[in-house]
């Protein structure tokens, strides 16, 4: 396998300008910036993005989240609501390719940016515009939240032991970071349009629509027999055994059985390969039928054991099978570490730093994370000196005029 990389990245010569807050439009532009996009990460003067305070602070006065979530980015201060911030990136939008938003829909049209507006400055532009319900529909206008967006989609109501309260479902950004994901996507796909054509155009996400979007059969489902999935726990629909299992020194071994071969080689990991060729379990549909016994078989299995015989088994008899690692098991396993995926970083504000590595690899030109979200501002000099030819007294009036 070839290991030969280039030195230039993917995206090397690409300006993206992210007006956006939090999470999911942000996310997309973190994306972009890991593959060599120059990311230009626009704050409110003297405030900037409150993920800036979202979650554990540090010593600098930024966020964890915002430390890891803000990478690779340049950070300028400008007020898009005055007339001279708004004469300002307009400019900026003259010689950039993206523009990163989520903002109510029509905000931007109110203050004279949005992108008809962009567009005939810059007709190529591509903008990624990401809302809680999208840019059109009866609820565009309502706000809404990953959380909400969890609810909107189907997902919380999945997320549950049967008749227990609706959960969180791991992270409560999941909206956000797949909005972001499909947002990435979205510019590359315009931006590749773009290459052909000269012409831009806008990407248009609501939140609940990419969780939707992964939920696998349960459309179709509902669709074809109007069978509404309820809630499994640790189960998955269809699918028997494939859940989680507690084992006799006190971990949770997840196993997925979601083939009938998988079951064979389950079967003789339990040393009892005659339940594979009983008409009772042999194929999917007919386990399925039997789901308590056999979660109940399987459970009662991995519970006369240690986590680690039950593991070794697995893997002898070439069965999917795994611990449920919380993140001290994920920093000490090998894996982890083979693949380098937490990046250790050492900040001239925070000190030593460990963040998720790079996703996805490209084996010849690969991303990076070169360094931690940015001091507010801390990129004005650069942005508004080196790129709009702005004089260090054009910025001082700014600044005093609170512009930037």
Same mark, same amino acid.
């Given at each position: ?110 203050? @004279?940016? @949005? ?15 990401? /809302? ?21 989609? =189907? ?24 909005? =972001?994901?499909? @947002? ?41 027999? =109007? ?15 494939? /859940? ?77 099978? @795994? ?82």
């Amino acid at each position: 396998m070839s290991t030969e990389t280039e030195t230039e990245k993917p995206l090397a010569g690409i300006r993206v300008l992210d007006i956006a807050t939090f999470i999911a439009a942000p996310f997309c532009g973190a994306t972009l910036g890991e593959f060599g996009a120059e990311v230009i990460k626009v704050e409110q003067p003297g405030v900037g993005d409150p993920l800036r305070y979202w979650g554990t602070q540090t010593e600098c006065g930024d966020s964890l989240v915002w430390l890891s979530e803000a990478r690779n980015k340049k950070s300028i201060t400008l007020d898009l609501r005055l007339e001279e911030g708004k004469e300002i990136f307009r400019k900026l939008v003259a010689q950039s390719d993206v523009v990163l938003e989520n903002f109510r829909p029509g905000t931007l049209e109110k203050w @004279g940016l @949005g992108y008809e507006e962009l567009q005939q400055i810059n007709p190529g532009l591509v903008m990624l515009r990401v /809302s809680a319900y999208g840019q059109t529909g009866p609820y565009k206008d309502r706000p809404g939240y990953a959380r909400i967006a969890h609810a909107f989609s =189907g997902l919380s109501f999945l997320a549950r032991e049967p008749g227990a309260r609706p959960v969180m479902p791991g992270s409560t950004s999941l909206a956000d970071y797949f909005s =972001g994901l499909y @947002g990435a996507v979205g510019v590359l796909l315009a931006l590749r349009s773009r290459d052909k054509t000269g012409k831009g155009q806008f990407i248009d996400i609501g939140l609940y629509e990419s969780i939707f979007r992964i939920m696998d059969e349960l459309a179709p489902a509902y669709g074809r027999s =109007g069978f509404v999935r309820q809630p499994m726990g640790a189960d998955t629909v269809n699918i028997v055994p494939h /859940s989680h299992y507690l084992s006799s020194d006190g971990r949770w071994v997840a196993i997925a059985c979601s083939s009938d071969k998988m079951f064979e080689r389950l079967a003789l990991a339990m040393e009892r390969p005659e339940l594979s060729a009983d008409v009772r379990y042999k194929t999917m549909g007919e386990r399925d039928k039997r789901r308590d016994e056999l979660n109940a078989m399987v459970s009662q299995w991995v519970g006369s054991m240690a986590a680690q015989e039950v593991l070794d088994r697995c893997e002898a008899a070439e069965m999917a099978c @795994g611990l449920i690692y919380d993140i001290k098991d994920i920093f000490e396993d090998p894996q982890y570490q083979a693949r380098e995926n937490i990046k250790q970083m050492d900040d001239e504000r925070v000190g030593e730093f460990h963040a998720p590595n790079v996703v996805p690899r490209l084996s010849r030109t690969p991303g990076s994370l070169d360094r931690l979200g940015p001091a507010l501002g801390a990129h004005n000099d650069e942005i508004f000196g080196q790129l709009l030819s702005m004089t260090a007294g054009d910025m001082g009036a700014l600044r005093r005029a609170g512009v930037i």
